[in-house]
């Protein structure tokens, strides 16, 4: 059986067995103050917009039993796995593995690279550690959407015009329907978080549809 999520540029007819909700790194290395964000120097309230819909999405989904994955941005300990390019990026105040208030700064097993309390992932949810912006890049995300069926990714988290749109980017590329939940995004920019969901509804939906956590809890209930 089929539901139908209303989206932009049109609606989306799609099936709960084929469909995985991915929320993008809801960490708090970017939420909560400490952490990699705010070492970049961004006012990391402005993220707190998305909690609460991507909170909404992520009931829908579980009541649903749709798959639910999750992934966290973060680094190995010993960095091996970091860019020196990424690390040496900008004038941060601490820099990737450099101690924080929240411990090493996304590094993966720190207090900071955990997911926000209010969105932590249930029991059997896929948690997917990944070193770069998108969720396909080193990961084996591709391997477990495979293995599930999946041809539609509903994606939402932060940023917007960052690791959410290098995923959606990344996921049209490969042939899956990508939509993002666009009130469960944010981003530091309010700017960009605009016309990140513009560009991906533009020309048709050049990378996908765009639609919001309350359009996704009808189409699920
Ligand atoms: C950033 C992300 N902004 N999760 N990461 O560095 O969007």
Redesign the pocket.
């Known amino acids: 059986m089929s539901q139908t999520l209303d989206a932009e540029p049109g609606p989306l007819s799609f099936e709960i067995g084929k469909t995985a909700l991915v929320v ?2 809801m960490q708090r290395d ?1 939420l909560e103050p400490g952490g990699f964000g705010e070492t970049l120097g961004n006012d990391v309230s402005l993220l707190q917009a998305a909690v609460g819909p991507c909170a909404a999405a992520l009931a829908a989904a579980r009541a649903a039993g749709m798959l639910v994955i999750h992934t966290r ?1 973060g680094h190995r300990p010993d960095l091996s796995d970091a860019p020196p390019a990424k690390i040496a990026r900008g004038e941060p105040s601490r820099r990737i593995g450099d101690p924080g208030p929240m411990g090493r700064i996304l590094v993966r097993g720190e207090p900071g690279h955990d997911i926000v309390s209010a969105l932590y992932p249930a029991e059997g949810e896929v948690v997917l550690d990944k070193p770069g ?1 998108g969720a396909f890049h080193q990961t084996d995300l591709e391997q477990i959407l495979r293995n599930n069926g999946v041809d539609t990714l509903l994606v939402c988290g ?2 917007t015009e ?2 959410v749109h290098t995923t959606i980017r990344e996921g049209n590329d490969r042939g899956y329907r990508c939509v993002a939940i666009g009130d469960a995004c944010a981003s530091y920019f309010p700017e960009f978080h605009r016309v990140g969901l513009e560009m991906i509804k533009a020309q048709g939906g050049i990378f996908g549809w765009v639609s919001d956590s309350a359009a996704l809890t009808r189409a699920l209930d």
Do not use: A, L, N, P
Request: glycine letters at 0%; charged letters at 35%.
């Open positions: 993008i790194d970017f941005e912006k932060v940023t960052v690791c």
